[in-house]
């Protein structure tokens, strides 16, 4: 089981807004971060801090946090974006911990 | 630019120890606030942290692993030695050395990471 909970899948068509959810009780305490990967690469940062986004990633990813659940949100979203995504934090025990991963499949 | 590469073993036997090695560059343990760190995904895709090592050679582990780990500085200054003990199948999966970043206070996160190494657990 997975201290983050996410969806399995979501699916979406290309230029509409794909949103994936992460949730736990210790989120509304503690930042979270987002990673995208794709098949046989390793995972890249795509959100830190909620709703950072860093260098290089593009301006459709976003980020938002909301009680207890945090949101990476994909406007346009691309062929290109199909992926795994995983949410990460921390536990109450400081532990660093993942959500078990949504793929998002683009129709 | 900051890159990490994996290397070691592909396949390890039942009750035998791993040692992974990551060799990086782009940063130095010299600069206060680094860390190298350790991430595990299983066939199934589940991600797991496994540790880091910091720049003062301090250490944190996972409380669910940390009588089997141990990470540690290469005698390479730009390198990071991870060991697990009593391997076994489930612990196959692919493993990514990872480079730490932080901010005060708040929890960690990783960035970027290795390609990483597939080991299999199997006699």
């Known amino acids: 089981s997975h201290e983050l909970t996410q969806p399995p899948s979501v699916s979406v068509s290309p230029g509409q807004t794909a949103r994936i959810t992460c949730s736990a009780d210790t989120l509304p305490k503690k930042y979270s971060y987002w990673y995208q990967q794709k098949p046989g690469q390793a995972p890249v940062l795509v959100m830190y801090?909620?709703?950072e986004r860093p260098s290089g990633i593009p301006e459709r990813f976003s980020g938002s946090s909301s009680g207890a659940t945090v949101t990476l949100t994909i406007s346009g979203v691309q062929a290109e974006d199909e992926a795994d995504y995983y949410c990460q934090s921390a536990d109450r025990g400081d532990t660093l911990v993942f959500g078990g991963g949504t793929k998002l499949t683009v129709l | 630019q900051i890159t990490l590469k994996e290397s070691g073993p592909t396949l390890v036997k039942p009750t035998e120890t791993l040692t992974l090695t990551c060799t990086f560059s782009g940063f130095s343990f010299n600069t206060r606030g680094v860390g190298v760190g350790w991430i595990r995904q299983s066939p199934g895709k589940a991600l797991e942290w496994l540790g880091f090592i910091y720049w003062d050679d301090n250490k944190r582990y996972s409380p669910s692993l940390k009588t089997r780990l141990a990470i540690s500085k290469g005698t390479s200054k730009n390198q990071v030695v991870l060991t697990m003990t009593n391997m076994e199948p489930v612990d196959t999966g692919t493993y990514y050395c990872?480079?730490?970043?932080?901010?005060?206070?708040?929890?960690?996160?990783?960035?970027?990471w290795g390609q990483g190494t597939l080991v299999t657990v199997s006699s």
């Open positions: 801090k909620d709703s």
């Open positions: 990872v480079h730490r970043a932080w901010q005060p206070i708040i929890p960690e996160w990783f960035d970027p």
